[in-house]
C-alpha cells in the first residue's frame, strides 16, 4: 500500500498534465493548534469539478508532509459557492517527537470559495497507525487525524 499510494501520485500528475486544457495551480496555507504549513497542488477543472494532485506540509507539534490525490466539487456555479472534497495520499507523520513513519491517509475537505480564493478545512485521516514497542510496525486502523484550517487561492 505505502509504494502503490506514491506511484498512483506520480501517474495522476502525469494524466493532469497531459490534459489539453491548462492545468490550474492551487496554493493554500494551513494551520492547527500548534502547527502551520502550506500545501501547493496541480489540479484539472471540468465544470464544477476539479481533480488533481497536491502536496501538503506542516511543521510544529505536529509535523504532516506528503502528497495525495483530491478530488473538489463546487455545488454552484456563481462566484461564490460552497464546496466539499476528497482525497487519498501517503503521508509522513511525527506528533511530538514520536515519528509515526509514512502511513497512508484519507482526506476530506469543505469550505467557501469566492471567484478564485477559497477557505475551509481539511481533515486528514491516517488510515494505519504504528505500534509501539522495540520492534515498531504499522497496525491496520485510524490514528489520531489532523483538522487544518486552510485560506487560498487558485492560479
Known amino acids: 500500500m505505502k509504494k502503490l499510494i506514491p506511484f498512483a501520485l506520480l501517474a495522476a500528475g502525469a494524466a493532469v498534465a497531459q490534459e489539453n486544457e ?3 495551480l492551487v496554493i493554500a496555507a494551513a494551520a492547527a493548534p500548534g502547527a502551520a504549513g502550506g500545501s501547493v497542488g496541480v489540479f484539472r477543472e471540468e465544470g464544477r469539478l476539479r481533480y488533481g494532485v497536491s502536496a501538503l506540509v506542516t511543521a510544529g507539534d505536529s509535523w504532516w508532509a ?6 473538489r466539487w463546487a455545488f454552484l456555479q456563481g462566484p461564490l459557492t460552497p464546496y466539499l472534497g476528497i482525497g487519498i495520499g501517503a503521508f509522513s507523520v511525527r506528533r511530538g517527537g514520536l515519528d509515526l513513519g ?3 491517509v484519507a482526506a476530506a475537505e469543505t469550505g ?3 471567484q478564485r480564493f477559497f477557505a475551509g478545512a481539511k481533515l486528514l485521516v491516517p488510515l494505519s497507525s504504528r505500534a509501539p ?3 515498531a510496525h504499522d497496525v491496520p486502523g485510524m490514528s489520531d487525524p489532523a483538522l487544518l484550517a486552510q485560506l487560498g487561492l487558485r492560479i
Open 112 to 114: 467557501l470559495e469566492f
Open 102 to 104: 509514512i502511513q497512508p
Open 22 to 24: 491548462k492545468p490550474v
Open 133 to 135: 514497542g522495540q520492534q
Open 66 to 71: 506528503g502528497g495525495s490525490l483530491e478530488a
